[in-house]
């Protein structure tokens, strides 16, 4: 038990669907991060919330929207999917973000197992 | 921008073998590196993490290192068990984020 719970585990969805992966810790964490890891390429970061707050959208294309309604709870809506956009999500949770400066004390991110999505 | 290379792509090795994964890095701008393990399907493990002013972490029969001046980490995998297989990942951590290597696959032959 890693702390971090995703549902669904699994999702098949048409490119006309609007659906929502669901993320949820119990360590009292304030910053929580969704990911991407398409097959064959390295996880890639998406988006960052500290404190229910966005702090970094790394590029991602609006059919992506995050919610955070409190430190809690980490939602993202999918709407109008692509083919291309079948991988396995994975949420992660750390205690807070890193601070400005490298070198400062830096905070271990928790894992959720993920949920992998199938775009048809 | 930080690119994470993870060498070997893939490795096999007999059980009771002693193994090295190394990654390295491109900017040594970093705050910590944490090793991960990932089982296929299933999300990330974390094995040891190094903050940036430390040079090695122990857990068990893993050890890891980093040398940030060179922009390089190595895993040690000591006796390794068939239960090791696996991939392993190495990240760097930058302000808000982890940067990703593309893994090692791992399996250990019984």
């Known amino acids: 038990e890693t702390g971090v719970t995703q549902t669904p585990r699994h999702l098949v969805m048409g490119m006309t669907n609007k659906k929502s992966l669901k993320c949820e810790q119990h360590?009292?964490?304030?910053?929580m991060y969704w990911y991407k890891q398409s097959a064959k390429k390295p996880l890639e970061l998406m988006f960052v919330?500290?404190?229910?707050?966005?702090?970094e959208n790394n590029s991602v294309p609006s059919r992506f929207s995050p919610e955070c309604p409190n430190s809690s709870h980490l939602f993202l809506h999918l709407h109008t999917l692509q083919p291309e956009d079948s991988a396995l999500y994975l949420c992660?949770?750390?205690?807070?973000?890193?601070?400005?400066?490298?070198?400062?004390?830096?905070?271990?991110?928790?894992f959720g197992p993920g949920t992998r999505l199938t775009v048809t | 921008k930080q690119e994470v290379t993870q060498i070997p792509a893939a490795l096999s090795v007999p059980e009771g073998e002693n193994l090295v994964l190394n990654c390295s890095f491109t900017?040594?701008?970093?705050?910590?590196l944490q090793w991960f393990r990932q089982d296929p399907g299933k999300g990330l493990t974390s094995l040891l993490l190094?903050?940036?002013?430390?040079r090695e972490q122990t857990s068990g029969r893993l050890n890891a290192s980093l040398d940030k001046s060179s922009g390089r980490s190595t895993l040690y995998i000591a006796a390794s068990q068939p239960g090791d297989s696996a991939t392993y990942l190495c990240?760097?951590?930058?302000?808000?984020?982890?940067?990703f290597g593309a893994g090692t696959i791992l399996r250990v032959k019984s």
């Open positions: 992660a949770s750390s205690q807070k973000v890193s601070p400005t400066l490298a070198g400062g004390p830096s905070y271990e991110q928790y």
């Open positions: 360590l009292g964490h304030n910053a």
């Open positions: 919330y500290s404190l229910e707050e966005r702090v």
């Open positions: 900017d040594s701008a970093i705050y910590n």
């Open positions: 190094i903050q940036s002013s430390q």
């Open positions: 990240a760097v951590s930058e302000r808000n984020k982890l940067v």
